[in-house]
């Protein structure tokens, strides 16, 4: 008798192909709740499909942060304050914590927004170039193309 196979979890299904493949509004259903409180990162990381793996879509999720300026990730970050509260955290806490921006101390979250802006995608034509702009700036951020 061999033991049931346990379910796979979301990161087992969720290939960056099949990341990559998805419309707009399902790659926003998907992920949009990656950054809590700020469904913007995700809608400004669609634009640099195709991904080549899961690590170049959380670069392009960072990358969205950083090209949004420092307000935005101020934001971001201030949309946890309970962060920094006295008390235990939730089993969620902890492990988001171990994986995320909370896991930075506070001068390299000083560090992380004063580094704004970055470039988040290189060696693109122009057309591609201003269709990421356009997804960028849609959510908030602001893109200078060099």
């Not at 707009?24 to 700020?38: C, K, P, Y």
């Not at 499909?49 to 990358?63: K, T, V």
């Not at 101020?74 to 969620?92: E, F, Q, S």
């Not at 902890?94 to 896991?103: D, F, I, P, S, W």
């Amino acid at each position: 008798m061999t033991a049931p196979q346990a379910e796979p979890t979301t990161r087992d299904r969720l290939t960056a192909t099949a990341l990559s493949a998805l419309g707009q509004a399902d790659f926003n259903a998907r992920l949009g709740h990656v950054f809590e409180h700020s469904p913007w990162v995700a809608e400004a990381a669609w634009a640099a499909r195709p991904f080549a793996s899961l690590d170049a879509l959380h670069g392009a999720m960072m990358g969205a942060v950083v090209a949004a300026g420092p307000d935005a990730t101020l934001a971001l970050l201030r949309a946890h304050p309970a962060l920094a509260a006295p008390g235990p955290l939730t089993p969620d806490s902890v492990r988001e914590q171990g994986e995320g921006l909370g896991a930075l101390g506070l001068t390299e979250a000083k560090t992380l927004v004063e580094s704004a802006p970055k470039a988040i995608k290189e060696g693109v034509n122009k057309a591609e170039a201003e269709k990421i702009k356009a997804q960028i700036e849609a959510a908030g951020g602001t893109v200078e193309l060099k």
